[in-house]
DNA sequence: ATTAGCAGTCAATAATGCCGACTGCTAACG
DNA sequence: CGTTAGCAGTCGGCATTATTGACTGCTAAT
């Protein structure tokens, strides 16, 4: 679609424009990267780059800037999405040290992918819209003050406070639990409901309580999530200044319509990038986001790096690819699925 | 310490500065405030305040900025920090939505304070240097993979996964936490510890996964809290532009830092405000903070509300005293102590 | 002690001119 | 015919200057 060099030298300009931030000048082109043509070629090359919108200019006489059409194109040329072998070390590492732990796991995964490519990043709690009870425990806490513990499929621990109309002694408890637990295992909120069974008022409070939970659970999509490095989005000059910037903050903060940016088509193992316009959000328009997907279609979470259209593709796409695959590893050990995926390489569409 | 009509014209000063970010002049002041004098008393008390430091100019013949002293002066004249009582039912009902749930209570706290304060808040989860045990339970998850649930004193909860050497069936692991709990019961790390228990391999691993979450959990301070409204720092216009702004942002998101933030003499049910320089940390020198603590000796945690030292100090005094009392209240139930605190009023420091 | 009035100060804004970074074009070149 | 050198033209950015208007500080009258 477009001839090899003149697609070398969109590349170039995306690829300094990247780092620099700044229009960029047929001549500087000439001097940085090894073109092999002189700068008056480039700018013939430039001109036609521009008659076709994968640059523009900010003002007649200045150098050029990618368009989301630049970018696109860009995107699509970039292959080789592996970390190095240094980065990668670093990140096993860190994960050896909270062995066992998913809200851990998420969180210093956020913290990584963020730190990695210098961008904002959000990763959700894998999620299924109908969880399976696993377990549940009462815990007398004080008079008659009970703590509902949780357990759902895939090592989910939910909490809940409930206030009992008489004081009932531990080991009665212990042993409700212990009877609702084989009756309630491996099932979801309806099959739970519908379960008739013969049970006492207090049995009947706690599987109210457990009902609730796991609709609650159930229902809330992009709710529960972690968010890293904010602070990356204020650093970039095109942020910094600008009323867009709060309104993305103020999105990200209350993770609102984090849902809506995401597009619908997306297989699981496939990095998805999404640039400036394209997102429907109109808040975002000068972002971009590189989506991925990780678990397993019981349990799917969603990772996503959010930052100017301005971004270094090649390293988000790369760290959230190689989390994709980590992640999705993790959580198929915690769901008690034994089928490794196909793992190392990734493209995005 | 400053005659009745210089202390109105000083606190008048620091309301109008407030509201409108904008240096003072005499003449608003006469228009806006009822002072009974004109403007040219106005400015010779002005002289005399800027002379005493309480407020200084921009520039020469400019209006007037209240100063950190400034700023002291009218937050210690400040009296009456309740909740107007429609907050306080919009309060009451917001909490009865989320029965029984610390973290979403502490959550929800955060999000308000910052709602009514229009400022960044953050709550630490109450925290005791040395956890009590209350309960654990095993809950096999697949083949040699089992999930230990510990809960200790005060309904926190904990997970975490354990790999262990052999498959073990679900009934023996229920046998396993049942032998353990009335043993554990009660106490801390160190007394689990030096329990002289004849233990088998399995039972020695959980022991020791046991002592490790409480020993992280006892280490960790203000690591864990509930951070909302980062995104009003940004829109004040004290911060908008600058590099400072980024500095606390980030303090914020890293949660380092914070605890060295928080003077040392602080009384229970007392609301402390740390005003611009007085800050010991560098980057909040343009900052002001709001504390609070809740909770019971065992278990204290703390709120703060922070953002520029132009910051409407009743509205956020009171927020942070309401949830002060209401988040003690809630813990003290979680602890098991009926103890009612004295409640109502409180005064800043 | 208070006040009116006036002179003085200084930030903010607009207007102007200059510099330099780039391009677009044209004509020459291989 | 693609490529290149060179030059004219454009426009943002920066520094300089002028103008305005919002305040104060001072002084003299009340």
């Not at 424009?17 to 480039?42: F, K």
């Not at 490519?117 to 109908?130: D, E, F, R």
């Not at 003050?145 to 409930?162: E, T, W």
Request: charged share 20%.
């Amino acid at each position: 679609m477009l001839n090899p060099r003149t697609g070398k030298i969109l590349n170039s300009i995306v690829n300094w424009y990247i780092d620099h931030a700044m229009p960029v000048s047929s001549q500087t082109l000439v001097r940085d990267y090894d073109l092999g043509v002189s700068s008056a070629t480039v700018r013939n090359e430039m001109a036609f780059l521009e008659q076709e919108g994968y640059i523009f200019r900010p003002h007649t006489s200045a150098g050029s800037v990618p368009s989301d059409k630049g970018y696109r194109f860009y995107v699509g040329t970039l292959e080789d999405f592996t970390l190095p072998v240094s980065e990668q070390r670093m990140i096993s590492h860190l994960f050896h040290q909270v062995e066992g732990r998913l809200d851990e796991w998420l969180s210093l995964a956020a913290a990584i992918i963020s730190r990695l490519s210098q961008n904002t990043a959000v990763i959700t709690v894998p999620h299924h819209p109908a969880s399976q009870f696993r377990h549940t425990e009462l815990v007398s806490i004080q008079d008659n003050l009970v703590l509902l513990v949780l357990v759902l499929q895939g090592a989910r621990i939910k909490q809940q406070l409930l206030t009992l109309e008489h004081q009932v002694p531990q080991s009665e408890l212990s042993a409700i639990s212990a009877r609702l637990n084989p009756l309630f295992g491996g099932l979801n909120r309806a099959q739970i409901s519908d379960l008739k069974l013969d049970l006492s008022d207090l049995e009947r409070q706690i599987l109210a309580a457990v009902v609730k939970i796991m609709q609650q659970e159930d229902g809330q999509g992009y709710n529960q999530s972690y968010l890293e490095g904010m602070h990356f989005l204020l650093n970039q000059p095109e942020f910094s200044h600008s009323e867009r910037s709060l309104a993305v903050m103020e999105m990200l903060e209350h993770r609102t319509a984090l849902g809506t940016l995401i597009p619908q088509t997306q297989e699981k193992e496939q990095v998805v990038v999404v640039i400036g316009s394209e997102n429907k959000a109109e808040v975002a328009h000068n972002c971009s986001l590189v989506i991925g997907r990780y678990g397993l279609d019981e349990a799917a979470g969603t990772i996503m790096v959010l930052g100017p259209t301005r971004m270094p593709y090649r390293r988000v796409i790369a760290s959230v690819a190689h989390f994709s695959v980590l992640l999705s590893h993790l959580v198929a050990d915690l769901y008690g699925v034994n089928t490794f995926l196909e793992t190392d390489k990734e493209s995005p569409k």
